[in-house]
């Protein structure tokens, strides 16, 4: 077995899931910058600690302010030749930006893992940076080909591995959904008469919630669209009044174990993010079979969703297209029927397992 130091912020649920996979395959340790109680903007509800089969190391840090540096990290970048691989998460954080400077001073190799991002019009200073700290790694773990074409942005340029990004054991994916199951919830959570569509996340400005209510002006059908991950704001709540929005009902944070229930009551998903580097809520509702709307500023949209055939891509401000989009779902059972066919085939392949399979074989193969 490859012996693997892997660098990450913190133990969000998925992860911890992966690694306890790849923990199978390899003799892995991961050094975590913080722990669930430092993650303010997360509801501790959401994590869990079972490092069952890989060893987690909070790392040792000093905090100024808003900042923390993780200075527990050095020892082990003194000492990365007693791993085979060292892989950093991410490159923004202090801690991590000052590991990957120093793994080039001492010219020792390490991987850049990225979950996804788009290049922008940075400044300079901006561009010279991202372009030391992306380049120059020994090779790039890449969530997607969007992913790809934002790391060779910024310098890199060779040895990129595409794996396939998730947040769901295979179990969770083949599951044998009937029609009485989606009536029997919706008729528990929802309005069993209507066409339900969901949002599911943070209520924030990235999320788009705002776009998805003018949406709803413009709405042709009668859909019962359910909001949920946090309360209304006083923005949201005028939209609604301004244009007498009965149809709208938002519900408050949902832990993850009871979200499946949502999903599986609804009839299509809906993101209409501004920016997500992925947006693994498009994943989760295609293991439910869910047509997914959302924008060309989400990677897992890009790179899962082709347009008209299993879901639909549109312009992340574009509130017209998103009425469009939602009516033609909504007045066609037999095109929901066909994509949530096409959605679960295709998402059979995102598992957990599997991603950790790749990351494995990558590893093992260098």
Not at 251 to 275: C, H, N, Q
Request: hydrophobic share 40%.
């Amino acid at each position: 077995m490859k012996k693997i130091l892997f660098v990450w912020r913190g133990p969000s649920p998925y992860r911890v899931d992966f690694f306890n996979e790849l923990g199978k395959l390899t003799n892995l340790t991961v050094l975590f910058e913080m722990s669930p109680s430092d993650i303010k903007d997360k509801n501790k509800e959401w994590f869990h600690e079972d490092y069952y089969h890989f060893k987690a190391i909070y790392l040792k840090k000093v905090k100024v302010g808003n900042f923390s540096f993780c200075y527990g990290i050095l020892p082990y970048i003194l000492k990365s030749k007693d791993y085979d691989h060292v892989v950093f998460g991410m490159y923004s954080t202090i801690t991590e930006a000052f590991a990957i400077s120093m793994m080039k001073v001492l010219s020792k190799r390490y991987y850049l893992n990225s979950d996804g991002g788009f290049a922008k019009e940075d400044s300079i200073i901006s561009k010279i940076i991202k372009r030391f700290l992306i380049g120059g790694a020994y090779g790039y773990l890449a969530s997607s080909e969007g992913t790809v074409k934002y790391l060779e942005h910024y310098g890199a340029m060779s040895n990129i591995h595409v794996y396939p990004f998730t947040s769901f054991m295979a179990k969770e994916i083949m599951k044998n959904i009937t029609k009485d199951d989606k009536e029997k919830a919706k008729s528990e959570l929802f309005r069993p008469d209507n066409v339900t569509v969901l949002f599911t996340g943070q209520f924030i400005y990235r999320k788009g919630i705002d776009v998805l209510i003018r949406a709803c002006s413009h709405l042709k059908t009668n859909c019962e669209v359910f909001i949920v991950g946090g309360k209304p704001t006083k923005e949201m709540k005028q939209y609604i009044a301004e244009w007498n929005l009965q149809n709208i009902h938002f519900m408050d944070f949902v832990k993850p174990s009871e979200l499946g229930e949502y999903y599986l009551a609804s009839d299509i998903y809906v993101l209409p993010t501004r920016e997500d580097i992925w947006g693994l809520v498009i994943n989760e509702a295609m293991s439910y079979g869910l047509p997914v709307i959302t924008t060309d500023k989400c990677l897992a949209g890009l790179e899962l969703i082709k347009n008209g055939e299993n879901g639909f891509v549109i312009g992340s401000e574009d509130d017209l297209a998103l009425a469009d989009a939602i009516d033609k779902l909504a007045t066609s059972a037999e095109l929901r029927d066909l994509i949530s066919i096409k959605n679960k085939q295709k998402i059979s392949h995102y598992s957990i397992e599997e991603m950790a399979k790749v990351h494995a074989l990558i590893f093992e193969a260098e």
